[in-house]
């Protein structure tokens, strides 16, 4: 069964850092691009990063790109997101996704709340 | 960046009746267009990929259609679980991708 983990989630004062983690299972965890996903309290999904299976490629949409930085360590089946400089307006459940390029985004971790507040 | 516009906001749909959402993009996507189901407090669902495909485990009620910049995703006889937030979303510029800002569908 797969299944994608997040935490590290948290209450964080404008300006802080936070990384977050997530542990993968029940999959090929290098064979597959994983993303981050954020859903802002009653608003819509965002993305908010992706990493190429071997760690070759990261993109980001200008909303964080300098600010959050995606990795991952497939020795330990775990995809990170560290996330500087944070604003009121990062906050949001933060979700762990598997991407299938073509197929969608099939797994979706439960979430984990990030709170910026002073 | 390319806006995905879904439409209507909310749909307002009696049980067993068809629903049709709508979702158009600012340019053509090429058929790269993912539909997905969100109830509160839980984890968006994939329901369907490439405009057309349902994803596994996805009852066949749920249908989805369209081309260049125009897709549809229909609920051919809700059922009482099915009442949810339903998002599209485009990946022709893989890995980036963008997402509508939902449609919600609530019992009449």
């Known amino acids: 069964e797969v299944q994608l983990v997040e935490s590290g989630g948290g209450l964080v004062k404008p300006g802080g850092s936070l990384k977050l983690s997530c542990a993968a299972s029940?999959?090929?965890?290098?064979?597959?691009?994983m993303n981050w996903v954020r859903q802002a309290p009653g608003k819509g999904l965002e993305w908010v990063s992706s990493?190429?299976?071997?760690?070759?490629?990261?993109h980001y949409p200008d909303s964080v790109k300098g600010r959050f930085t995606i990795s991952r360590d497939n020795a330990k089946n775990s995809l990170y997101l560290q996330m500087d400089s944070l604003t009121v307006e990062d906050t949001a459940v933060y979700y762990c996704?598997?991407?299938?390029?073509?197929?969608?985004?099939?797994?979706w971790g439960q979430g984990i709340l990030v709170t910026v507040s002073s | 960046e390319i806006v995905l516009t879904q439409s209507p906001a909310t749909l307002s749909v009696s049980p067993g009746e068809r629903a049709t959402l709508s979702c158009r993009a600012s340019?053509?996507?090429?058929?790269?267009v993912a539909w997905y189901q969100q109830k509160p407090g839980q984890a968006p669902r994939l329901l369907i990929f490439?405009?057309?495909f349902r994803s596994t485990g996805i009852p066949a009620r749920f249908s989805g259609s369209g081309s260049e910049t125009d897709y549809t995703l229909t609920i051919s006889s809700l059922q009482s679980e099915d009442f949810a937030v339903y998002y599209c979303?485009?990946?022709?510029?893989?890995?980036?991708?963008?997402f509508g800002q939902g449609t919600t569908v609530e019992s009449k």
């Open positions: 996704v598997r991407d299938t390029q073509f197929l969608g985004y099939d797994y």
């Open positions: 029940g999959f090929n965890f290098s064979t597959y691009s």
């Open positions: 990493i190429s299976s071997r760690s070759t490629y990261m």
């Open positions: 340019q053509s996507v090429s058929g790269s």
């Open positions: 490439g405009a057309s």
């Open positions: 979303q485009h990946y022709n510029n893989w890995p980036r991708t963008t």
